[in-house]
């Protein structure tokens, strides 16, 4: 069986290498980045992926991780895959959660048993 798939978006090069890392020894899961939202939106739409992380603000155009929420969750053939915010602020992840994301997790505690346990149901 394959392992699964994660698109990470929005992350700069460092923060795309910790997430890959710590998602690739917990469970063995790939990490593809996506700079942005056009180019997320163009990978979901070409490839299987079993979770989308992203960022609360896009590294390399400063847009809002929000607005891709939106995107997703209003395009009823992308709208069927799990969406985190990766986000240290609650209130951020309040917001993503009100528009259809799973609870998502900060950078600060990336491999933190709490985050491990919000990701198990979507990676293993």
Not at 7 to 20: E, F, K, P, T, W
Not at 42 to 61: G, K, P, T, Y
Not at 89 to 97: F, G, K, N
């Amino acid at each position: 069986m394959a392992g699964k798939r994660v698109l990470s978006v929005g992350q700069c090069y460092a923060d795309h290498l910790a997430i890959a890392g710590t998602l690739q020894s917990c469970f063995g899961a790939e990490v593809v980045p996506a700079a942005d939202g056009p180019e997320a939106l163009a990978r979901l739409r070409a490839e299987q992926f079993d979770l989308v992380l992203i960022n609360r603000v896009f590294d390399r155009d400063g847009l809002q991780g929000l607005k891709l929420i939106d995107e997703i969750a209003a395009d009823e053939n992308l709208s069927r895959v799990p969406v985190m915010l990766v986000s240290n602020y609650d209130d951020s992840q309040r917001l993503a959660v009100e528009r259809g994301a799973k609870p998502g997790f900060g950078k600060a505690a990336l491999g933190h048993p709490q985050t491990v346990n919000r990701l198990k149901p979507f990676l293993e």
